[in-house]
Structures are given as structure tokens and as C-alpha cells.
């Protein structure tokens, strides 16, 4: 059987990694009320679906707009408002997801000469998401 690991205490990855989990958490239920208020002060309750108000609410990118009854996105949907709050709620929730996975790989990689691959292949991994996710963002506002 193995033992346990007890992190170190004080400033570490853990602590640090920890801490921001709980504030992403929050931050991701912050901005997607914020997105959520913004669309309904701009018409999404009478002009969008309910589908369509939710994929905007969590990732407010105007191509899930395009679709609906708004007859012109560009001028209230495709501003630099809304991509900052994609920024962000990508930022967040990949970050947290990225930290969520290495803590689920650590547990079954457990100390070992494995455990600084597993973190740097996650790092990797969360760099490239992000960096494909804004690629997403900045295209799509052209």
C-alpha cells in the first residue's frame, strides 16, 4: 500500500494551484452572469432561443448569434467587450480544467519520476488549448 502524500506547507504549486481553483470557480459564475445580463439588456430575450442565449452566456462569440433573429451582429455582438469576456472565461475555465486533470493524473501517477512529464504534458496541452481558443476568439470577430 502506499502512503499518502501530504503537500508542504506554505506558498507551493498545490497551495497556489488550490486557491486559483476556487477563485476561477467564481470567476466562471461571475462572467457568465455578466454575459448573460448583458444579452438580455441587449434583446436576447425577445431575439435568441434559449440554446442559443446559454452557448452565449458561457462563450459569448458571435457566431452563436448568426443564427438567431438579431439582424445585424456586428455593431452590439462582435465588440471588444464581449472578447474580452471570452478571454477571460476561456482563460478561467481552461486553467481550471488544466488543473483539475493534473490533479486526477496525480493521483494515479502518484510521487514518482513520472510526475514532473504528466505535469509538463498538461501544461503543454493547456498552452495549446488557449492558444487555439483565442486564435478562435480574434477570427471570429472579423
Given at each position: 500500500m502506499r502512503s499518502h502524500y501530504a503537500p508542504n506547507r506554505g506558498?507551493?504549486?498545490?497551495?497556489?494551484?488550490?486557491l486559483f481553483t476556487r477563485i476561477s470557480g467564481l470567476g466562471i459564475i461571475l462572467?457568465?452572469?455578466i454575459g448573460l445580463a448583458a444579452a438580455m439588456y441587449m434583446g436576447a430575450r425577445l431575439q435568441m432561443d434559449l440554446?442559443?442565449?446559454?452557448?452565449?452566456?458561457?462563450?459569448?462569440?458571435p457566431s452563436h448569434v448568426v443564427n438567431s433573429n438579431i439582424p445585424?451582429?456586428?455593431?452590439?455582438?462582435?465588440?471588444?467587450?464581449w472578447q474580452i469576456m471570452q478571454f477571460l472565461i476561456v482563460f478561467f475555465a481552461f486553467t481550471h480544467a488544466a488543473n483539475g486533470i493534473?490533479?486526477?493524473?496525480?493521483?494515479?501517477?502518484?510521487?514518482?519520476?513520472w510526475q514532473?512529464?504528466?505535469?509538463?504534458?498538461?501544461?503543454?496541452?493547456?498552452?495549446?488549448?488557449t492558444i487555439i481558443a483565442f486564435y478562435v476568439i480574434i477570427g471570429s470577430a472579423y
Open positions: 506558498l507551493n504549486l498545490d497551495y497556489l494551484m488550490w462572467l457568465a452572469l440554446p442559443t442565449v446559454l452557448r452565449w452566456t458561457f462563450l459569448p462569440n445585424d451582429v456586428v455593431p452590439g455582438w462582435a465588440n471588444a467587450f493534473r490533479m486526477i493524473a496525480e493521483d494515479y501517477v502518484g510521487h514518482t519520476l514532473p512529464f504528466v505535469r509538463a504534458f498538461i501544461a503543454l496541452l493547456w498552452v495549446a488549448m
